[in-house]
DNA sequence: AAGACGAAAGTGGTTGA
DNA sequence: TCAACAACTTTCGTCTT
């Protein structure tokens, strides 16, 4: 939604405040009255350049005033118009004609584009909330999905796949990925459908992607399991000495990490099950299990996991 | 009784002819 | 386009704790 500030007009209509009398204090952020702290208007305009650019060189041609640019707006802040009605008298009858309709066309299809966006992006508002996702991924799920509808690959697709799709892509490329059951979850869209649609578009959108990189789950995973930090960093470590062994190649990424959890929770004496852990991570218990066996093996683990167990065991005969 | 283990059959995606 | 295939899932019986 877009607010349009009246500084000027509210400076001097509302120079005192409405509560308590008192003069009002105005600072880069807000109007509010020093006396009682009613906050009349925050969120002024930003009478700055805008200051997304660091390189010093651009951001002397970047003069660009008001506040930064964001894709959040349905039609980035600046919608396309061709022509208007003056530039119509340097065109001749039949010119004219053909430059009235342009017009009238261009207006329909930005009308149409604009509506498609903008119920897509609340629906992928809606997403990225329950989700709890950042705004810059939002963003970029936003940039996606705008790209797939310029280049036509919305069409024939419903247009709540391709924002699912768009916001897992982004959720990638930001390297904080959610797996396919979690978009799927939010979105109620099958978990194949969103999959499709996400290669499709990386497809068409010519976006490399790489495999998601294990270590990018521990955190999350950790942290519904209500791991130790300790166990997460033993986990995280076990994952590297597993990629320099080459082990990751083929795998799905969340088995892996989620056999790595199992194992640093085990060795940190704070066990999970291995559903607990299937569950968090979205894969059976069958797969962990597969993943636990190669890891124990080729990482030599066998002889620590089975001394602590036999701890394990000396410990439960004395509490009994 | 719950958890771990493993075999067997099925699913969806990738790859190479 | 189709068959082979690798990874993963589902299901189920057995063993361990």
């Given at each position: 939604?877009?607010?349009?500030?009246?500084?000027?007009?509210?400076?001097?209509?509302?120079?005192?405040?409405?509560i308590?009398g008192?003069?009002?204090?105005?600072?880069r952020?807000?109007?509010?009255?020093?006396n009682?702290?009613?906050?009349?208007?925050?969120?002024?305009?930003?009478?700055?350049?805008?200051?997304?650019?660091?390189?010093?060189?651009?951001?002397e041609?970047?003069?660009?005033?008001?506040?930064?640019?964001?894709?959040?707006?349905?039609?980035?802040g600046?919608?396309?118009?061709?022509?208007?009605?003056?530039?119509?008298k340097?065109?001749?009858?039949?010119?004219?004609?053909?430059?009235?309709?342009?017009?009238?066309?261009?207006?329909?299809?930005?009308?149409?584009?604009?509506?498609?966006?903008?119920?897509?992006?609340?629906?992928?508002?809606?997403?990225?909330?329950?989700?709890?996702?950042?705004?810059?991924?939002?963003?970029?799920?936003?940039?996606?999905?705008r790209?797939?509808?310029?280049?036509?690959?919305?069409?024939?697709?419903?247009?709540?796949?391709?924002?699912?799709?768009?916001?897992?892509?982004?959720?990638?490329?930001?390297?904080l990925?959610?797996?396919?059951?979690?978009?799927?979850?939010?979105?109620?869209?099958?978990k194949?459908?969103?999959?499709?649609?996400?290669?499709?578009?990386?497809?068409?959108?010519?976006?490399?992607?790489?495999?998601?990189?294990?270590?990018?789950?521990?955190?999350?995973?950790?942290?519904?399991?209500?791991?130790?930090?300790?166990?997460?960093?033993?986990?995280?470590?076990?994952l590297?000495?597993?990629?320099?062994?080459?082990l990751?190649?083929?795998?799905?990424?969340?088995?892996?990490?989620?056999?790595?959890?199992?194992?640093?929770?085990?060795?940190?004496?704070?066990?999970?099950?291995?559903?607990e852990?299937?569950?968090?991570?979205?894969v059976?218990?069958?797969?962990?299990?597969?993943?636990?066996?190669?890891?124990?093996?080729?990482?030599?683990?066998?002889?620590?996991?089975?001394?602590?167990?036999?701890?394990?065991?000396m410990?439960?005969?004395?509490?009994?």
């Amino acid at each position: 939604m877009m607010k349009t500030y009246n500084i000027i007009g509210k400076m001097k209509e509302q120079t005192r405040c409405e509560i308590c009398g008192e003069r009002l204090r105005f600072d880069r952020f807000q109007t509010y009255c020093e006396n009682c702290g009613n906050v009349v208007e925050d969120m002024p305009i930003n009478f700055g350049k805008e200051f997304a650019n660091v390189d010093p060189e651009k951001a002397e041609k970047r003069t660009r005033t008001g506040s930064p640019m964001t894709q959040t707006d349905s039609d980035l802040g600046l919608s396309t118009n061709v022509g208007n009605f003056s530039d119509l008298k340097k065109f001749n009858a039949k010119d004219r004609f053909k430059m009235l309709r342009i017009m009238r066309w261009n207006k329909r299809v930005s009308v149409a584009l604009e509506r498609n966006l903008k119920s897509a992006f609340s629906e992928l508002n809606r997403i990225s909330n329950y989700l709890k996702l950042p705004k810059s991924i939002e963003e970029e799920g936003k940039r996606i999905y705008r790209d797939a509808v310029q280049r036509n690959l919305v069409r024939g697709r419903s247009m709540e796949k391709v924002v699912a799709a768009a916001l897992y892509t982004a959720c990638r490329i930001n390297d904080l990925p959610r797996t396919l059951d979690e978009l799927s979850e939010a979105s109620s869209i099958e978990k194949k459908e969103i999959g499709k649609t996400y290669r499709f578009i990386t497809r068409e959108l010519k976006i490399r992607m790489y495999p998601s990189n294990p270590v990018d789950y521990i955190a999350r995973f950790a942290c519904e399991l209500k791991l130790s930090p300790g166990t997460q960093t033993k986990a995280v470590e076990i994952l590297e000495m597993t990629q320099k062994k080459e082990l990751t190649s083929g795998r799905g990424p969340t088995g892996i990490a989620a056999a790595a959890l199992y194992i640093a929770a085990l060795i940190n004496g704070e066990k999970r099950t291995q559903r607990e852990v299937a569950d968090v991570a979205g894969v059976t218990e069958v797969t962990i299990r597969n993943r636990y066996k190669e890891l124990i093996r080729k990482l030599k683990l066998e002889k620590l996991i089975k001394n602590k167990k036999r701890k394990n065991l000396m410990v439960s005969q004395q509490s009994s």
